[in-house]
């Protein structure tokens, strides 16, 4: 038993990592001139040919020997050298050396500066570690390299190196950059700034972007750094270098979601988000109860139904996890993530997205429907620009091809049901017997007639059947049928009287509105075979023959 919850818990344990730091440390190409000279610029050299940018390569004795710029450097020094990497990277750490210049160089900065730029700002942004600030050490000497990890990375396309001294020097420099290329795609992401407890602070300290208020927008931070807290939050207060937890308190929300916005460089498909947060329930603190998920193109309107994602509450294990959800293969450039609150707080420490980029033709959503227009009419202020779709639209049909697909659909539905009623009709009309010619109310008796063999000739009216046994049925004619003409349709009363019937079963005894008169007096009663009848009338007893 012990085993089986010591496994259970380690499932719980471990963030979603796209990204891992620790792996993130390969050189990005200074020293082995994979960066181009075209990539690495400078405000000023003091000698282009001989210690240009170029020539800020760690380990290289090209010329000079380093990059040294025109002035001193100063503590408002403003000489740069900068290396365009052209995609966003996470660098996680960066290298100094000074000019050794085969071992005339005297030049090297005891400190530096750090600036980055990434797509979606529109300046440069001064890095600050979470120890030292702004400024980073750098060299003592000219030939020993000096190695800086930082905490955190820096996401960028863009870098540049600023030397610094409190007092003026010349200082020269050699340089280089470890990383990895972001393959996440998250450019930035914006959400409200974390709340206090207490002494504790559950700020995104590492955000790079704009912090307004308590709204943070257009950076990134702890959530997307690949470094995850420690189980027991209290640690990270304590703990020198450790990652510590972003937190939101309930009392302050009045009831709502915390919500988060992430951006990406391009529209992308998405498979799953991960969340990694704390389940301290013993300390008010406990997983979302439910998460909701849109998309959207361009950032103004999220269409769609969102995905919704319930968690199951857990108060046995204390253990932080990674909340998994599918995002079954949804499109966007932008996320939002809404999480609901299940106690006082939700501490997150990760959040990233298994996604890939797709191409296509993609539309904007708009904030507010546009106005429609005539042929003749132009909108004022507006340019002539191709509308760029999320469905290739060919022509105005396309917007009504789902209608007319269901509507062809049902038709084909409607004919296939009419043929199988008839073929059904057919069947039972060839499989059922044909109706009978005996009328409903007619005796069975009447059908049969009994054989003129041994019959004394009498009256038809009155033919006795000798015996039931020798009852011969009757038969209709076999006579072709012939379709009835018209006068059978409208028929007249006949001339002179029918003729007696033949049979004893006859239309109107069928019919049973047909009622024989009595015989007249005079007439005697047929004779019978084998036996005498005998009349009685009055007093006088009368035996026949």
Request: charged fraction near 20%; glycine fraction near 8%; hydrophobic fraction near 35%.
């Amino acid at each position: 038993m012990k085993e089986f919850l010591a496994i259970l818990c380690l499932t719980f344990v471990g963030a979603a990592r796209s990204v891992e730091p620790s792996q993130c440390i390969a050189p990005l190409g200074m020293e082995s001139l994979a960066i181009k000279d075209e990539d690495i610029t400078a405000s000023s050299s003091f000698d282009h040919g001989n210690v240009g940018p170029h020539h800020g390569r760690v380990r290289n004795e090209i010329n000079g020997g380093a990059w040294c710029p025109q002035t001193m450097a100063t503590p408002d020094s403003k000489e740069w050298l900068e290396i365009n990497l052209h995609t966003v990277h996470m660098i996680t750490s960066t290298e100094t050396q000074g000019r050794f210049g085969n071992g005339n160089g005297v030049e090297f900065a005891e400190s530096y500066m750090l600036e980055y730029w990434r797509p979606r700002f529109n300046k440069w942004v001064r890095y600050r570690s979470k120890t030292n600030g702004e400024l980073l050490k750098g060299n003592i000497n000219t030939y020993l390299e000096y190695k800086t990890q930082l905490d955190p990375p820096i996401w960028a396309s863009k870098i540049r190196f600023i030397p610094y001294s409190s007092h003026k020097r010349t200082v020269c420099m050699r340089v280089e950059l470890y990383g990895c290329r972001w393959s996440d795609g998250i450019v930035s992401y914006s959400m409200p700034q974390g709340d206090k407890r207490g002494n504790w602070e559950f700020y995104d300290l590492a955000y790079d972007g704009h912090w307004d208020g308590e709204k943070l927008k257009y950076g990134l931070g702890q959530l997307t750094d690949g470094q995850i807290g420690p189980e027991d939050f209290k640690l990270a207060f304590h703990q020198e270098n450790s990652q510590g937890w972003v937190g939101w308190k309930n009392d302050s929300r009045e009831g709502k979601p915390i919500e988060i916005i992430f951006e990406f460089d391009k529209i992308r498909e998405f498979s799953a988000v991960h969340i990694y947060t704390n389940n301290q329930f013993t300390r008010e603190v406990q997983v979302f109860a439910e998460a909701k998920v849109m998309f959207s193109v361009g950032g103004k309107r999220y269409k769609g139904e969102p995905i919704t994602f319930d968690y199951m509450e857990d108060c046995i294990f204390e253990t932080p996890r990674n909340v998994s959800i599918k995002l079954h293969h949804r499109v966007g450039r932008f996320v939002k993530l809404q999480m609901h609150f299940a106690a006082r707080w939700i501490l997150l420490s990760e959040v990233t997205f298994d996604s890939l980029p797709v191409s296509g033709n993609f539309t904007e959503e708009e904030e507010i429907e546009e106005p429609v227009f005539q042929k003749d009419q132009v909108p004022l202020g507006t340019d002539n620009k191709n509308v760029i779709s999320a469905v290739n639209p060919s022509g105005g049909m396309g917007q009504y091809l789902g209608i007319i697909v269901g509507v062809l659909a049902v038709l084909v539905v409607f004919m296939i049901a009419i043929v199988l009623y008839i073929v059904i009709q057919q069947r039972r009309y060839k499989s059922s017997p044909r109706p009978s010619q005996v009328p409903g109310g007619c005796d069975k008796a009447a059908l049969y007639r009994e054989p003129s063999l041994g019959r004394l000739t009498s009256s038809s009216d009155y033919a006795d059947v000798r015996d039931p046994e020798y009852a011969v049925p009757l038969q209709p004619p076999q006579t072709p049928r012939t379709p009835p003409t018209l006068q059978n349709f409208f028929p007249k009363p006949p001339s002179v009287p029918p003729p007696p019937e033949k049979y004893y079963a006859a239309t109107e005894i069928c019919g049973g509105g047909f009622v024989p008169p009595p015989p007249p007096l005079s007439t005697p009663p047929p004779v019978r075979l084998g036996r005498q009848p005998r009349y009685v009338a009055n007093a006088r007893t009368y035996v026949g023959p």
